[in-house]
């Protein structure tokens, strides 16, 4: 009898862990399809059946946070990973980390920036217990959320130790351009334009993303710096290499496009003059890349 317990509650952890997925993948992708044990799953989630199994309930209310939005079900995981209330295998917690990770994501996209707060202790965690490493490498657009994160929180020493101690789990090929771009952000962080222009000089562009970050945070030093005539080239040449790439997402194209030329506002403010308005048209525009630092450069 016991046996067949236990081989209950591993069939419906089985399912429930890859209900998770499953619904993960259709949500990102954007397709439809009919997963066979839906139903059963479902009732499952919104019972109390299985609640005195811990690893049943802890992927019960990871299914609530990541698609119900359920915060109380996020401050029960965070006990989980972060105060470490249960004991867990190591891939669960990478699993649970990624759920949390995204679910504070989707707060801040949603304006709740008190999630960075958040999203930077289950990063601090994840260096902790090893969560970010994969095969012993740390992916290069990881390197760079966390040092990003990080600085949105003003932990900037943190950010440098984070450099400094996990540059080696980068790999080989890709190593110099996330450290320089990672020691860009630090000396954007630390008013140090000059030099932040210095380490993006060492970037080199490997994928759109990395491409464009790297235009708006050398934008950005030479608006700090006064250096107009540069600045207005950078950003009119950004905007033809945005019309160029036909492949990329359209509202992540249309949050740099909005940028650019509230950036190209922002020079004729400083250069001509003062618009009482465009602060207002910034907060306004629902797609626009930096929109704090836009506001805070007009004010």
């Known amino acids: 009898m016991e046996s067949d317990r ?14 998770i997925t499953l619904s993960n993948f259709q949500r990102v992708a954007g397709l439809e399809f009919n997963i066979q044990f839906e139903k059963e799953i479902k009732d499952i989630i919104h019972s109390t059946q299985f609640d005195d199994i811990d690893i049943i309930n802890i992927y019960k209310n990871c299914y609530k946070m990541q698609f119900e939005r359920d915060e109380t079900s996020f401050k029960y995981l965070k006990n989980v990973l ?18 949390m990770n995204n679910y504070c994501i989707a707060q801040i996209n949603a304006q ?6 958040e999203l930077f202790s289950l990063y601090k965690n994840a260096v902790e217990e090893k969560l970010i490493l994969e095969e012993n490498i740390i992916v290069q657009s990881t390197f760079r959320n966390y040092v990003q994160t990080a600085l949105r929180v003003d932990e900037v020493e943190w950010a440098k130790n984070f450099v400094r101690e996990n540059t080696n789990y980068l790999k080989k090929e890709e190593k110099e351009t996330a450290v320089a771009y990672a020691m860009a952000m630090i000396s ?15 970037v ?4 759109f993303q990395y491409d464009m970050q790297a235009r708006i945070l050398l934008s950005k ?3 700090e710096l006064k250096e107009f005539d540069s600045l207005e080239y950078l950003v009119k040449s950004c905007l033809k290499f ?27 403010q400083q ?14 525009e629902k797609l626009v890349a930096e929109k704090a630092w836009l506001i805070e450069k007009v004010k």
Do not use: G, P, W
């Open 6 to 19: 236990l081989f209950d509650y591993y069939f419906v952890l089985s399912k429930l862990k890859s209900y």
């Open 112 to 117: 709740n920036f008190d999630y960075f707060n």
């Open 204 to 207: 080199s562009f490997t994928d």
């Open 82 to 99: 972060v105060k470490k209330e249960f004991q867990l295998e190591i891939e669960e917690k990478k699993e649970i980390n990624v759920l």
């Open 242 to 268: 945005l019309q160029r790439e036909s492949m990329i997402n359209q509202s992540i194209k249309q949050s740099y496009k909005n940028f650019l030329n509230f950036m190209l506002k922002l020079i004729d």
């Open 271 to 284: 250069l001509i003059k003062k618009s009482k308005n465009l602060a207002a048209d910034i907060a306004q």
């Open 221 to 223: 030093a030479y608006f």
């Open 188 to 202: 954007f962080k630390e008013q140090k334009y000059k030099e932040t222009i210095e380490y993006l000089q060492r």
